[in-house]
T-cell receptor
Framework: GQQVMQIPQYQHVQEGEDFTTYCNSS?????IQWYKQRPGGHPVFLIQ???SGEVKKQKRLTFQFGEAKKNSSLHITATQTTDVGTYFC?????????WGAGTKLIIKP | EAQVTQNPRYLITVTGKKLTVTCSQN?????MSWYRQDPGLGLRQIYY???????DKGDVPEGYKVSRKEKRNFPLILESPSPNQTSLYFC???????????FGAGSRLTVL
């Protein structure tokens, strides 16, 4: 069935460095959603992308949807401690979301 | 405040002792869903409900039951819990015409 592959599983960065997580699918995605889960918390919706080539920004976060609608990325510029957590992508349908495995952002001490 | 409320938040139980995790939402959402989250496996859907009295299996339904008698409530029932059901469980809901989920705070279940 449909799968969304998300990489990397972990990313360690120094505070102030950039962070990127990628989601890929072998088939065309109808849309892509991004969620953030803080340590000990629950997933919280960040954004949804629907159009081919779409780029959306939220402060230091930039979300992209590929031209072929088979991949998406989330890029964080100049990470801060408040960015720590796990970022998930998911493709939505009427019945369920197909989730990536998540990328955990860890800030090096 | 619009929210999804799960109870209990934490539970330690023993193999075979039936338990229910409750989920309630106050947003009049048609769709509700249960997920389990395990390290390295992301979120896996257990059951979902498109509306009252309409439920369907997700990816990992074995060992679980659900019911949807009222729009606001969607309890998850473990008739005979086993240690492999030790996990973090999330309930989520959304309006019928959208696919963006609102999650509850989670219920951490340990089965000994």
């Amino acid at each position: 069935g449909q799968q969304v592959m998300q990489i990397p599983q972990y990313q360690h960065v120094q505070e102030g460095e950039d962070f990127t997580t990628y989601c890929n699918s072998s088939t065309t995605l109808s849309n892509i959603q991004w969620y953030k889960q803080r340590p000990g918390g629950h997933p919280v919706f960040l954004i949804q992308l629907v159009k081919s080539g779409e780029v959306k920004k939220q402060k230091r976060l930039t979300f992209q949807f590929g031209e072929a609608k088979k991949n998406s990325s989330l890029h964080i510029t100049a990470t801060q401690t408040t960015d720590v957590g796990t970022y998930f992508c998911a493709e939505g349908s009427n019945y369920q979301l197909i989730w990536g495995a998540g990328t955990k952002l860890i800030i090096k001490p | 405040e619009a929210q999804v409320t799960q109870n209990p938040r934490y539970l330690i139980t023993v193999t075979g002792k039936k338990l229910t995790v409750t989920c309630s939402q106050n947003m009049n959402h048609e769709y509700m869903s249960w997920y389990r989250q395990d390290p390295g496996l992301g979120l896996r859907q257990i059951y979902y409900s498109m509306n009252v009295e309409v439920t369907d299996k997700g990816d990992v339904p074995e060992g679980y039951k659900v019911s949807r008698k009222e729009k606001r409530n969607f309890p998850l029932i473990l008739e005979s819990p086993s240690p492999n059901q030790t996990s973090l469980y999330f309930c989520a809901s959304r309006p019928g015409g959208a696919n963006v989920l609102t999650f509850g705070a989670g219920s951490r279940l340990t089965v000994l």
